[in-house]
């Protein structure tokens, strides 16, 4: 069972990033999946979950609410997440994770994004 998030780097402020996080080792489309975020002597902070199957339920927190979106391609065993609008308060460590039940059970290994002029 295996995550692995690509995509982050170094954006001015307004820009957009593109995450992907590709999944291996189990059946993709089955579970909710979140991705989730480290600043740099921060907490992790939760960012966006999407539902299992066909996506129809998305969530996000306040603090991204218009600016990001997540999706998935079920049959390439990908999420995603698009962040547009990006602010310095953006940058952090990107995590992708599978939801268990409200709980993140497998982890990927992050990717990192920087908002920066």
């Known amino acids: 069972v295996q995550l692995q998030a690509s995509g982050g780097g170094l954006v001015q402020p307004g820009g957009s990033l593109r995450l992907s996080c590709a999944a291996s080792g189990f059946t993709f489309s089955y579970w909710w ?7 740099p002597g921060k907490r992790l902070e939760y960012v966006s ?3 299992a199957n066909d996506g129809s ?25 698009q962040m547009n609008s990006l602010k310095p308060e953006d940058t952090a460590l990107y995590f992708c994770a599978r939801n268990n039940y409200g709980a ?9 994004v920087t908002v920066s002029s």
């Open 104 to 112: 993140a059970d497998v982890w990927g290994q992050g990717t990192q």
């Open 49 to 51: 979950t999407i539902s």
């Open 33 to 39: 999946m979140s991705w989730v975020r480290q600043a």
């Open 57 to 81: 339920r998305t969530d996000y927190a306040d603090s991204v609410k218009g600016r990001f979106t997540i999706s998935r391609d079920n049959a390439l065993n990908t999420l995603s997440l």
